[in-house]
């Protein structure tokens, strides 16, 4: 089986970073949801001393 890979990065916000749209995340989810997209993991980045500086989401899809 052949797959094809997304990746969105959302930035996080805020002085010490760590906060991040929720709702933002949860529109792309169920965008792709819809268009067969799964997803396979979702971490953060971190800029120093803990301080989030993004939020990375990947999803996957088969090939037909």
């Given amino acids: 089986m052949r797959w094809e890979y997304k990746t969105i990065k959302l930035a996080a916000r805020g002085f010490a970073g760590g906060k ?5 995340l949860d529109t792309y989810m169920n965008q792709l949801g819809s268009e067969g997209w799964e ?15 993004d939020v ?3 999803f996957k899809r088969s090939l037909s």
């Fill in 20 to 24: 991040f749209d929720e709702n933002q």
């Fill in 39 to 53: 997803l396979v993991t979702g971490f953060d980045t971190n800029k120093n001393y803990g301080e989030t500086r």
């Fill in 56 to 58: 990375v989401v990947i």
